[in-house]
């Protein structure tokens, strides 16, 4: 994992790269969400925060665009005729939620922790805002490939 400058360039980049696909507009960096992260993946415990924004995690990846490209592979699974949450693509359907607008993310490395929830290697998370995955509202956030 490079530098945090190299690290946030990688995010915004594959993430946009993602969204981009779905007809959704590019993310900024929020520093208010990467701060948030840090707190939570400096824990090094492989479970969702349960704060206000919308949050991906990843952990074991050699980079921040493996993390990324994990979450979006996840479209291979997505019903867009159904346009609903599932639990095998949350991640992605949260990559290019049309209406978030801000990302911020960590990278922690977690090697050598343990316990049953512990984050193997590098721990990537991302929040989201505002937050995606809201019940009702996916059809419209999540769109079919464009490109």
Do not use: M
Request: aromatic share 12%; charged share 15%.
């Amino acid at each position: 994992y490079s530098d945090a400058n190299d690290f946030k360039k990688a995010v915004l980049n594959s993430t946009n790269t993602y969204r981009a696909q779905h007809n959704a507009s590019a993310l900024t960096w929020n520093n208010s969400l990467a701060t948030f992260a840090a707190k939570w993946g400096g824990a090094c415990v492989f479970e969702h925060s349960g704060g206000p924004s919308g949050e991906n995690l990843a952990s074991g990846y050699p980079n921040a665009t493996a993390s990324i490209e994990a979450w979006g592979n996840e479209r291979a699974h997505y019903d867009f005729g159904k346009a609903q949450f599932s639990e095998q693509t949350g991640h992605f359907t949260q990559l290019v939620w049309k209406a978030s607008t801000t990302v911020g993310c960590s990278r922690t490395d977690c090697s050598g922790k343990t316990g049953a929830k512990a984050a193997p290697g590098w721990f990537v998370v991302c929040e989201y805002y505002p937050p995606g995955n809201v019940i009702g509202a996916f059809k419209q956030n999540v769109q079919k490939q464009v490109k």
